[in-house]
């Protein structure tokens, strides 16, 4: 279970640098919304795989490039 957590994480990192390398602004809006600060983060599911998916939409436009 842990290890899957990690992979996922690792993931999501490698999503943030990909999609802030073509659309910086955006990225770094998204990741802010997520977890503003330190201590504070999305606890609610439903908007956190909402942001999940506009990172993936901002990493696939990334691609296309």
């Known amino acids: 279970m842990r290890l ?3 992979r996922e994480g690792i993931e999501d990192y ?7 390398r073509h659309a910086p602004a955006s990225t ?3 990741a802010r ?3 503003p600060t330190f201590t504070d983060y ?3 599911v439903a908007q956190f ?3 999940e998916r506009e990172l993936l939409r901002l990493a ?5 490039e």
């Open 14 to 20: 490698e999503l943030l640098m990909e999609s802030a």
């Open 28 to 30: 770094d809006a998204l």
């Open 42 to 44: 999305l606890r609610n």
């Open 60 to 64: 696939t436009e990334a691609h296309r």
């Open 49 to 51: 795989r909402k942001a």
């Open 4 to 6: 899957e957590v990690m």
């Open 33 to 35: 919304a997520v977890m």
